[in-house]
């Protein structure tokens, strides 16, 4: 090193001034390195504005499995019952469901409630708030459903919704304002739509109607009477003549409810190989109809156009005329 560098060193003065001169010095002397030592350290940079990686925001809170965790005890929570601030009370069930304002309020639904009763109450899990739903707006919710709409909002419970309750969580759901749950338990009630539970389908959508969500279900229901069970029943053949199925589909049709069963039987969209086969269709379908309903008789017209070959109507049978 040389002298200048090791009597400036050894100094070490305080002065600012004097640093900066000894640094001046030996970078005119050419010693770049020793003047780079005696720079004082850089000052602390403020974060910058990137967005972090998934590692740097998993290692921040936890990673996916943490996050799992807090849901999962939150859940249990209301399960147990355990820090509960909000009783809500409804009509089909004798015990109030326990729950968590801070969670249920991604309800848009119980948000308001909540906003109501927390302007004129305060609350803890020793006195929670109360609140009665004395009327649901839709006779079609269950407890069952119900409760998972509730729980939905702690954990997913997507895996609860089957095709015999979709159609009850899709109610739940709507009224609370579950947009995710309300999808899905659409796509679940489409994709299990069968000849057992496609009446009732079509009853609670044409119900349902105010709410949304309906007008795919009830295409879906009214698709599958109309194309779908007379293919699934093989009624008629590739010859366009009636098939194994026939019977079983004309036994199906008699079972419908009238307004039903005249709107399959008149439909264009009706899965029938030519307009012949579709009044006799109808004809077959309304004989064995009118015999077993003593009442009420109904008529089948024909020769209209081809998109509408035949009209069903109904009227009050001869018999029971007599006896009036």
Not at 238 to 260: A, H
Request: net charge negative.
């Amino acid at each position: 090193m040389p002298p200048q560098v090791a009597m400036h060193a050894s100094q070490s003065p305080d002065s600012q001034s004097i640093n900066e001169q000894t640094i001046v010095e030996l970078m005119q002397q050419g010693f770049v390195s020793e003047a780079e030592e005696l720079l004082p350290p850089p000052p602390h940079l403020p974060p910058t504005s990137a967005a972090p990686t998934d590692a740097q925001t998993q290692e921040a809170t936890g990673g996916p499995d943490y996050h799992e965790f807090l849901c999962q005890y939150l859940y249990q929570c209301f399960v147990n019952g355990e820090f509960c601030n909000l009783l809500v009370h409804v009509p089909f069930r004798e015990a109030p469901y326990q729950l968590h304002s801070h969670i249920v309020a991604k309800s848009p639904y119980l948000f308001h409630l909540l906003s109501n009763a927390a302007a004129t109450t305060e609350s803890d899990y020793t006195h929670p708030i109360s609140i009665t739903l004395n009327e649901l707006a839709d006779p079609y919710i269950t407890d069952e459903a119900f409760t998972i709409c509730l729980s939905h909002l702690y954990l997913s419970q997507m895996h609860c919704v089957t095709g015999e309750n979709a159609h009850h969580v899709l109610a739940a759901a709507s009224l609370l304002g579950i947009g995710d749950l309300c999808e899905f338990a659409t796509n679940v009630a489409c994709e299990n739509i069968d000849e057992h539970n496609v009446v009732a389908y079509i009853e609670w959508s044409d119900h349902a109607s105010p709410y949304g969500y309906t007008q795919q279900i009830r295409e879906r229901a009214y698709t599958f009477l109309l194309r779908d069970f007379p293919e699934m029943t093989s009624a008629f053949d590739e010859n366009g003549s009636t098939g194994s199925g026939y019977k079983r589909l004309c036994g199906y049709y008699v079972q419908l409810p009238f307004d039903l069963l005249r709107l399959c039987l008149e439909s264009k969209e009706l899965q029938v190989p030519s307009v012949q086969k579709r009044v006799q269709l109808a004809q077959d379908v309304v004989t064995t109809w009118n015999q077993i309903n003593s009442n009420e008789q109904a008529i089948v017209t024909t020769g209209f156009t081809e998109d509408q070959a035949v009209l069903i109507s109904k009227t009050t049978s001869r018999r029971t005329k007599k006896n009036q």
